[in-house]
């Protein structure tokens, strides 16, 4: 599998002089600590899933059943990830100092939703037609506030059987 990601991020190559230029990355990493997918219950064992056994600097990833770093779309929960970041901006909104919570002008619901939104996509995504996008240019799709609307819709759009893979890159 290394080798297919490669292929297909090979196009975005920072070191590369594949014409036209579009370097995005000069290193990735398949998985990241901290980004991973949640797993659907009732899957956690699937040999299907990504699990990278190693960190980017090589030490030894511990991985818990309920997550991975990639896998066919129809073993992602997106949904209990999305949850899980809105409970998760709660609990922190709520730990904050009374006084200083009270004090901000905030729409809680909105952030919530901000925070939802942001739980499965990352700062890029490349879509199975081979284009790179994370919002910055106006001729790809989800240019600018519209990045995070377009990539949670394209995820979840995902016919069952393709596989979402998470990287770490370097740019």
Same mark, same amino acid.
């Given at each position: 599998?290394?080798?297919?990601?490669a292929a297909a991020i090979a196009p975005y190559d920072r070191n590369s002089d594949i014409e036209p230029y579009q370097g995005e990355w000069d290193h990735w990493?398949?998985?990241?600590?901290?980004?991973?997918f949640t797993v659907l219950p009732g899957h956690e064992?699937?040999?299907?899933?990504?699990?990278?056994?190693?960190?980017?600097?090589g030490?030894?990833?511990?991985? @818990? #059943? *309920?997550?991975?770093d990639g896998g066919p779309r129809? =073993?992602?929960?997106?949904?209990a990830m999305r949850l899980h970041a809105a409970t998760e901006a709660e609990r922190r909104w709520r730990e904050r100092d009374?006084?200083?919570?009270?004090?901000?002008?905030?729409?809680?619901?909105?952030?919530?939703?901000?925070?939802a939104k942001q739980a499965v996509p990352t700062e890029h995504l490349l879509t199975l037609d081979g284009v790179w996008t994370d919002g910055? @240019? #106006? *001729?790809?799709?989800?240019?600018?506030?519209?990045? =995070?609307s377009f990539a949670n819709a394209y995820l979840d759009s995902l016919a069952p059987d393709i596989l979402v893979i998470r990287l770490r890159i370097h740019c």
């Open positions: 599998m290394p080798a297919a990601v990493h398949l998985g990241g600590p901290g980004k991973e064992h699937d040999p299907r899933l990504i699990r990278e056994p190693l960190t980017s600097r030490e030894v990833r511990d991985w @818990v #059943p *309920s997550l991975c129809e =073993l992602l929960d997106f949904a009374d006084f200083a919570a009270a004090s901000l002008k905030f729409d809680l619901p909105a952030f919530y939703r901000m925070e910055s @240019v #106006p *001729s790809r799709p989800g240019y600018g506030n519209e990045y =995070l």
